[in-house]
């Protein structure tokens, strides 16, 4: 049922390591769950958590969710949906702002994180710092510059959000960017800095997960939770006329072999990695379509 793929990483130096507070301080492992697309994909997260949680342990449980709202944005009750299950924090991306109930909230909740380098003036915050077990797991949340709209340089500044979750023993960063390149060159900017850099929004998932040489858990995209029958989300008689005809369509959510994609990465010590492991499965209670 489930697919994996590990990669694990040389024995990095450990400088520049946070200092962890207690005995079990850099011992933790996070699950990272890739885009959340539809109903179909929040099916899928809530019926796979159980399983993944019994075969990973893992300690923290984050997703992407810019997508949850019928393919577009997300709402407050999805949101707390995805909190009561369990999921420490929720990372966004270009399509935070489709669902105006949703602004308030992004202001009121830390665990919900549009791109830190969205315009000050934007609702919401970028980076939170979550707790489980004597960790403090610092999330940032950023957008690339190239083919998405964000008021700021990701690179400038990943300086000032690092800055506020400085006092975390880890740091993971989702980089929710359109161009390969920009994950790549974030991922090796970050090395030796954060626990991991991981990619999100292209929807399809990459065969690079590493631990980069300074430590750094990498992958340039996690890829999404929801229908693999479609394309990337959409109905895909849908996205083949839109692109037969050039003519505008109506999409809508595929609902055709929803699979749960996310990457585990475990830790032992501060701000390193020790290993990075895509998690890919078919949605419990569907089976998988004939051909
Ligand atoms: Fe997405
Ligand atoms: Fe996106």
Redesign the pocket.
């Known amino acids: 049922m489930a697919e994996k793929q590990a990669a694990t990483g040389e024995e990095p130096a450990a400088a520049g390591a946070a200092e962890g507070s207690g005995a079990n301080s850099g011992r933790m492992s996070v699950l990272f769950v890739g885009?959340i697309v539809g109903g179909i994909g929040r099916r899928t997260l809530l019926e796979s958590l159980p399983l993944l949680r019994e075969r990973f342990a893992p300690t923290f449980v984050i997703a992407?969710g810019?997508?949850m709202a019928g393919g577009l944005g997300i709402t407050p009750k999805l949101a707390d949906e995805l909190i009561s299950a369990g999921i420490d924090a929720i990372t966004l991306?270009n399509?935070t702002y489709r669902r105006r109930e949703i602004y308030p909230y992004l202001d009121a909740e830390a665990r919900i994180l549009r791109p830190a380098n969205f315009l000050r003036s934007q609702p919401g915050h970028g980076v939170c710092i979550v707790e489980r077990d004597g960790v403090r797991l610092g999330v940032v949340s950023l957008s690339g510059n190239v083919h998405l709209r964000a008021g700021r340089s990701a690179f400038t500044e990943i300086e000032p959000a690092l800055a506020q979750v400085a006092e975390a023993e880890h740091i993971i960063v989702d980089m929710h960017a359109e161009a390969t390149s920009e994950k790549v060159a974030m991922g090796w900017h970050l090395d030796g800095r954060v626990t991991a850099v991981v990619g999100?929004?292209t929807?399809v998932p990459t065969a690079d997960a590493r631990v980069l040489p300074g430590g750094t858990a990498y992958i340039t995209d996690v890829g999404?939770t929801g229908p693999r029958g479609g394309v990337i989300g959409v109905k895909r008689e849908q996205a083949i006329e839109a692109l037969l005809t050039q003519m505008p369509v109506r999409f809508e959510t595929s609902d055709i072999d929803p699979w749960l994609m996310a990457v585990l990465i475990r830790c032992s010590r501060p701000r390193r990695a020790d290993s990075i492991e895509q998690v890919m499965m078919a949605r419990p209670s569907v089976p998988a379509p004939e051909g």
């Open positions: 885009d992407n810019e997508n991306g399509h999100t929004h929807h999404m």
